[in-house]
């Protein structure tokens, strides 16, 4: 199976580019390295500089191709309030991009990774698939925008397409910036013998998954017989901020720091853990790695 995965360049993409070069399938990584970078995997097909916004680089990117993985995005909620408009024009336009030429190359299966975050405050919780969507923010309503097209893609134009609602992912190589996800910034902050800071009380929960569940997550989609269907991926358990910087202090053997709390974001979720069963039973998805688990894979490979 030749795959291409847009974003294949960024955290997710290269960990799934890597799993599945080592299973081997053929693959293309599509990026505009805005934000991930350029590795030289051993047996990658090809490394196609390009951007989702650019419909005819695109279009000549998945010639051929059978299956699409579509990571590529802009990912930070906080960004997103500041510059709603480019998160349209890539989340959105670039998803429909990548949808209309996958119709148009005949592509056989398009893969699209959404977010938990649009549930925006769920509910009820354990979150499912059929919960209320409520974005919250610019990014928010861009992955539901996209996801909108992507159901419309299969509905008018018959394309094979599976939705992940990607919760908290987390493992080595994720991006280390100001948009960063709170694991990759408690552990820069501990590996220099700084506390966490917590926003809130810390009694806020998160649903963490580790990079290489993930992984199989996408690899169960491109070859599991469903489509025009959604699937929460998350670890299927809630963790407090207050565990997580335990857990983490401890791990790292710096359980004198103490986590510093700040004033509480505005705008952000307090409680997220999801309902996992159906991509139990549809993808036989079974999430292997325990948070503890996966920070200590986290810090050994540091
Ligand atoms: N990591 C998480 O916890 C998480 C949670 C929910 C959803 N997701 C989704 O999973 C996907 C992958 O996330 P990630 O954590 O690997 O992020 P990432 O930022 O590491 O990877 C995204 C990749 O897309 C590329 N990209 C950005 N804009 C592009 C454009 N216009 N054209 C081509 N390439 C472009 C970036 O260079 C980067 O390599 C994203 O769609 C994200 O919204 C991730």
Redesign the pocket.
Known sequence: MKVLI?????????HLADALIDMGYEVRV????????RKDLEGLDAFIY?????RDAVFEALRGVDAVV??????SVEESVRKPLEYH???VT?TLNVLDACVKAGVEKFVF?????VYGEPSELPVREDSPTNPLSP?AAS?LAAEHYVNVYHRVYGLNTVV???????GCG??LNEYS?VIARFLSRVRRGEPPIIYGDGLQTRDFIYIDDVVDAFILALNADVSAETFNIAYGKPTTINELANVMLKLSGMETLKPIYMEARKGDIVHSYADISKARKMLKFNPKVSLEEGLAKMLNTL
Not at 164 to 170: G, K, S
């Open positions: 847009t974003g294949g360049a960024g955290f997710i993409g290269s599509f990026d505009n390295l805005s934000v991930g970078s390009g951007d989702v916004r650019d579509h990571l590529a995005s802009l990912t024009e890539v989340n670039g990774s959404s977010s938990a975050s990014y992955k992940f609602r990607l919760f908290n992912v987390y994720q991006p996800g």
